[in-house]
């Protein structure tokens, strides 16, 4: 007998050629059937045992191994429960359907009887159904309790049945009583029960049940009698794929198709009659080709609902839709649970650590600022982050529960890892886009999200190309990019996270995408672009946002970034006390952000050498840090490592070496012995010491932050290559000049290759190479890599940029050893005439200009002038600095040495001694300074001392007695 269907939804006759007699009925969904009427009724004869399944028999069908074995193993047991537990679309009805046709053939004396149980009112419309099909006497009184007519009906009848209650996903309408009716029982005789108290255990029947969940099969049967029913293995998904697909195909390219469908039986029918319904323009290999292209073409593909005939009218013939459903009700009865799975969904399918996705935390924000490091005075904004923690472990175990009672995440044998089928992490990730999260699901890429970032991030990686299509998508995409790029920046591939963070920008010019990008160019020294591109950000922002917005302060505080990155320090100081007065105004003079504007401008104000009122700013930050977050918060310790900056910028290396211990200590309790921010205190701590001489200890300090950056960032990393930069530093003060060199050399190539040779902080270790060059007397090479420095800074940064003037300096310094007096004398005065309109007079880098003139013009024998110039330099670094900073001595060791020169004894023997005790102080005995000052010292007392008995000698300058001014 053919089968005949109604609608796509199954409605309708159909039946299909079994042993024994059949009735055939109609399922109309709910909400079509027909009210019910008062009817008088009379006894009827009752009907011989049939079958009532509501699917045809598939022609089709493939074995499964020993499923329908175990089926029947445990069904024939008289009063057993089994269960057939799998994932959507896996074929778990298709099993039940088949075994209850061979049930009917094995015996045609047994009841089939079919329950649809997805709802408590598709299972009442079952038991009507039931009492109809075998003539029930009471059924047809509107009074009549349907559920304990059935109930009655089976456990008094004589002949054998087989209960299939099909889709029990969600058991709790069985297994509860509905809150109204335990409300509404007044009469203790008619205490409500739940419907699962209606299905007999009778010894002349079993029931079968089918469900997605696992969870909800064990609250109906034993744990032993569940079965668990997995994807196809190969040969089966190829032979189904075969049998419905109706025409040849190479049957490479079917293995190929079925592997990429996971073997899974819905979709593979499904793909099938896609297909088929487009044989003349579709081949398998050209779906094949379709479903490899991109993650958009498979959901596309998969989303498509091809009639089914064997499913029930409620399922979708799509497996992307029939597993969102799942999704669904998991949102909605834990939704920890589908935060996990929305986590997992971008891993790898396999090998998904649990320790990570234990320690997961929802974190969102755009970082604004990164640690400021004592070796790099350009830094943004502080950015702050917020957290969510998880629920602890207890709720962890509930969510991974959650998840494999539905099939959607096993673990694999021996380990702690979990996997997922591509199919199951492709339908989450479309579940995310069409509910507007996936957003949340890649967090921002800070060092704090830098594992997880690292395992989501291949999969994220498929979406940059997946511009959706949808206006209210956008935002979510845009945000994941945004991320994405925060993520790349945070691991040192900028130009990477600048096309990333395009992206974003294309999308949403206005929102947190254009930052990052912007901040990204300006770390890259593209200063102009991301002036430009803050400027845009801040007009937009403004205008639709108004001058007082969040976000737009945060443009306005940006700007100042990359002003101050481009040495404009009166126009950076400007936007940061506009956006200061704004933020006090709007959310008052304690509030985190307005304490992130006043460090803000502490840091602007160290750059223009007011220390004193950067210290006083410092101070303020800190202690509103305390309050706020207490003492042992990253921020608050950001600030003790900043104020430790401005003591050692003072000369101040006792304190600054305390607290740079304080943060460091800190960091370490806080954040752990690797986090890079305590790598940076590190390496900031491993400077002050330096700055004292203490040069061993320095270099096992820095060589400690360069292998924790190494390990953590990967030796390519800016971090790791600016403390291989450290380092050639503190190698370089020891006179290690062979290895200081190796190491500047690889830190040069390294950012050559990371950054470009045009990058400010490649011509840093351009210029550092050829100080190291210098110190080795190899003065043309030092001079062509100087004039490198010189070109490129003056090309990139503009020729009145700090890093440029510093690189005039440098080369002044090599033309000087090289006797080229004049032409160093230029560029010398060059700089400082740009330090004094720009930084004043009074500046320390504009001092050590002064400094440095006086050097040169004592070369040329003008010791007039140069007097002058010393004592200038001397009574700045004095009232700047203090009376015992190293370079006030410096200013006090050179007035010595040209009083000296010029045969001024006592005057000069006073200076030495300030000097020599001075460096002593602060710098120790051993320091080179405080040798080389008591080496002069002594020639010129036995100078003295010749003179006086008539014997006079000529002293020889070495070149060698001007300290080294320029910083390393």
């Excluded at 027909?34 to 009817?39: D, E, F, K, Q």
């Excluded at 090998?351 to 830094?379: C, H, K, M, W, Y």
């Excluded at 990008?517 to 403004?542: D, F, H, I, P, W």
Aim: proline share 4%.
């Amino acid at each position: 007998m053919a089968s005949a269907s109604f609608g796509d939804g199954n409605r309708g006759l159909q039946a299909h050629t079994i042993n024994g007699p059949v009735h055939a009925e109609f399922h109309p969904p709910p909400g079509s059937e027909p009210a019910l009427t008062t009817v008088s009724e009379r006894p009827e004869t009752p009907p011989r045992p049939s079958a009532a399944i509501p699917f045809p028999r598939d022609a089709d069908f493939i074995e499964r191994g020993t499923i329908l074995d175990e089926v029947h193993r445990r069904c024939a047991v008289a009063g057993s429960w089994a269960a057939l537990v799998g994932l959507g679309g896996v074929g778990k009805s298709q099993l039940a359907i088949e075994y209850a046709y061979q049930t009917r053939e094995r015996s045609a004396e047994t009841w089939v009887l079919w329950v649809h149980a997805s709802s408590a009112a598709r299972f009442e419309q079952s038991y009507r159904d039931i009492a109809d099909r075998v003539k029930m006497f009471g059924r047809k009184d509107p009074k009549a309790d349907i559920f304990k007519l059935v109930h009655d009906w089976l456990c008094n009848s004589k002949e054998r049945w087989l209960l299939v209650l099909d889709n029990v996903d969600d058991a709790r309408f069985l297994v509860d009583i509905p809150i109204a009716e335990r409300d509404g029982a007044a009469d203790p005789r008619n205490t409500p029960k739940p419907l699962r108290s209606y299905i007999p255990q009778s010894e002349r029947g079993s029931v079968l049940v089918t469900t997605r969940n696992k969870g909800a099969a064990l609250r109906l049967v034993e744990r032993r009698n569940i079965i668990s029913v997995q994807p196809m293995n190969d040969v089966q998904a190829s032979a189904l794929f075969e049998k419905k697909l109706e025409k040849e195909e190479d049957p490479i390219d079917i293995d190929k198709l079925v592997e990429a469908l996971e073997y899974m039986p819905l979709a593979i029918v499904q793909a099938a009659a896609y297909i088929t319904q487009r044989a003349s323009r579709c081949s398998v290999r050209q779906y094949l080709d379709e479903f490899r292209r991109s993650e958009r073409k498979r959901t596309s593909l998969l989303i498509r609902d091809e009639g089914q005939l064997r499913r029930d009218w409620e399922a979708k013939n799509s497996i992307l839709v029939t597993w969102q459903i799942s999704f669904e009700h998991i949102q909605q009865t834990r939704p920890s649970a589908a935060d996990l799975l929305s986590l997992m969904s971008f891993f790898d399918r396999q090998g998904i650590p649990a320790d990570l996705l234990r320690g997961r935390a929802a974190q969102t924000g755009v970082i604004e600022q990164q640690e400021q490091e004592a070796d790099d005075p350009s830094s943004g904004e502080e950015g702050d982050t917020t957290s969510q923690s998880s629920e602890g472990d207890n709720g962890f175990e509930d969510d991974v529960v959650a998840l494999r009672n539905f099939c959607f995440i096993s673990i694999e044998r021996n380990s702690r890892n979990f996997e997922m089928h591509a199919l199951v992490q492709l339908a989450t990730r479309m579940w995310l886009n069409s509910n507007n999260q996936m957003g949340q699901e890649f967090p921002c890429g800070s060092f704090e999200n830098r594992a997880r970032c690292q395992a989501l991030f291949p999969h994220v990686a498929s979406i940059f190309g997946e511009k959706p299509a949808e206006e209210d998508l956008l935002q979510d995409w845009a945000q994941v990019l945004s991320n994405a790029g925060w993520y790349l920046w945070m691991k040192g591939q900028y130009k990477e996270a600048e096309g990333v963070a395009r992206k974003a920008v294309e999308t949403r010019e206005s929102i947190a995408g254009h930052d990052a990008v912007l901040t990204l160019c300006s770390y890259q020294g593209k200063y102009e672009a991301a002036e430009a591109m803050n400027r845009r950000a801040l007009e937009g922002r403004e205008k639709a946002l108004g001058n007082e917005h969040p976000d737009t302060l945060t443009s306005v505080s940006n700007l100042a970034l990359v002003l101050r990155d481009q040495g404009k320090y009166d126009k950076a100081e400007k936007l940061i006390r506009q956006a200061l007065e704004r933020k006090k105004n709007a959310l008052g003079e304690q509030h985190l952000s307005t304490l992130t504007s006043v460090s803000n401008l502490a840091l602007v104000l160290r750059d223009q050498g007011k220390y004193d009122k950067a210290e006083k700013l410092i101070l303020r930050v800190l202690e509103g840090r305390k309050k706020e977050l207490g003492e042992q918060h990253p921020d608050t310790l950001t600030s003790i490592s900043n104020l430790a900056l401005v003591l050692r910028d003072q000369g101040k290396y006792d304190k600054a070496e305390k607290l740079n211990w304080r943060a460091l200590e800190g960091r370490e309790e806080e954040l752990g012995e690797k986090h890079p921010s305590t790598l940076a205190g590190v390496s900031n701590l491993a400077l002050v010491l330096r700055d004292q001489g203490k040069y061993d200890e320095a270099e096992k300090l820095i060589r400690r932050a360069l292998e924790g950056y190494e390990n953590e960032l990967g030796d390519q990393h800016p971090d790791t290559l600016t403390s291989v930069d450290n380092l050639a530093g503190v190698l370089q003060y020891q006179e290690k000049y062979d290895e200081a060199e190796k190491l500047i050399q690889r830190a040069l190539e390294g950012r050559k290759k990371e950054l470009g040779e045009q990058h400010p902080d490649t011509l840093t270790s351009m210029s550092n190479l050829a100080l190291v060059l210098r110190y080795q007397g190899k003065y043309g090479e030092a001079e062509k890599l100087n004039r490198r420095a010189l070109e490129g800074s003056e090309k990139g940064l503009g020729a009145e940029h700090p890093d440029t003037l510093t690189s005039v300096s440098n080369l002044a310094l090599v033309l000087r050893d090289q006797g080229k007096y004049e032409e160093s004398e230029k560029l010398i005065r060059r700089a400082l005439e740009w330090r004094e309109n720009e930084l004043g007079e009074q500046h320390p880098s504009t001092l050590t200009s002064v400094n440095n003139l006086a050097l040169v013009l004592q070369y040329q024998g003008k010791y007039d002038e140069t007097e002058k110039l010393i004592r200038r330099s001397l009574e700045g670094r004095e009232k700047e600095l203090g009376k015992d900073h190293p370079d006030t001595l410096t200013s006090v060791y050179c007035l010595a040495y040209l009083l000296h020169k010029q045969k001024q004894y006592v005057g000069a023997l006073e200076l030495y001694q300030r000097a020599c005790d001075g460096y002593r102080q602060m710098l120790g005995s051993q320091h080179s300074k405080t040798i080389a000052c008591l080496n002069y010292l002594s020639d010129m007392r036995r100078e003295a001392e010749q003179e006086e008995l008539g014997q006079s000698r000529t002293l020889v300058d070495n070149g060698k007695v001007a300290v080294r001014e320029v910083s390393f």
